[in-house]
């Protein structure tokens, strides 16, 4: 079992659509980062939390620390929201760092 | 520089050479990254550094991975007798802290043929 996993793994939408991506984390996760990813490869951060709310745009990232869940939402998609959107964190113990990743959503929005 | 910069930004090796790729910072973020992306597949975390030192080293793939950092600013990812299956996107990312957003280089992609 993955240690962050994403939902769904495929996503596609209509120009306009309100899209929401979702992302489970487990026990030792305490930060949640939010990735995208254009084909050709670079990386791009879009938000890091650890708690609430961060707004960017178009772009809406939340998180329930409890739950041990996050989302991210794009609001008025557009097709050059398509990409890869990857959510990660850092799992901290004593003498050991590792950064977890989960294995993307690839979004498609069609015009 | 502006953001994280890395070089080479492509490199071509024979199986059994050895590779060094290059990664320079932003400047002032003490906490650096490696993470590696073969084809295809996700992103996968290879090394952390906080300032000069690896806290945590059990990431990398096999022995014939090392990593260093002096300065607490280029870092050197060195792979020994590369293997067709090192073949992938090597990428670098930095941060003002561990638990702070980091902002990545564009990577190196290494082939081995």
């Known amino acids: 079992k993955n240690e962050v996993e994403q939902s769904p793994q495929n996503l596609t939408a209509q120009e306009g659509e309100f899209i929401t991506i979702n992302c489970s984390y487990s026990?030792?996760?305490?930060?949640l980062h939010w990735l995208q990813q254009h084909p050709g490869g670079g990386i791009v951060s879009l938000f890091m939390l650890s708690s609430g709310k961060k707004k960017h745009g178009r772009l809406i990232a939340t998180i329930n620390i409890q739950e041990k869940h996050s989302s991210l939402h794009i609001t008025a998609s557009h097709p050059r929201d398509s990409a890869v959107y990857i959510c990660?964190?850092?799992?901290?113990?004593?003498?050991?760092?590792?950064?977890?990743f989960g294995t993307g959503t690839r979004l498609k929005v069609l015009a | 520089g502006a953001g994280v910069s890395q070089s080479p930004s492509n490199k071509v090796t024979e199986k059994g050479k050895d590779v060094e790729l290059r990664c320079d910072p932003i400047s002032g973020h003490t906490a650096l990254y490696w993470y590696r992306q073969s084809l295809g597949q996700g992103l996968e975390f290879l090394i952390y550094f906080q300032g000069n030192s690896a806290p945590d080293k059990s990431g990398l793939p096999s022995d014939r991975f090392s990593a260093e950092r002096t300065g607490g600013s280029v870092s050197t990812l060195t792979i020994q007798r590369t293997q067709q299956e090192d073949s992938a996107v090597y990428l670098c990312?930095?941060?003002?802290?561990?638990?702070?957003?980091?902002?990545f280089g564009p990577g190196t992609r290494l082939t081995v043929l």
């Open positions: 026990v030792g996760i305490s930060a």
């Open positions: 990660a964190g850092p799992q901290a113990t004593s003498g050991t760092y590792k950064y977890i």
């Open positions: 990312a930095s941060s003002s802290g561990s638990y702070n957003e980091q902002f």
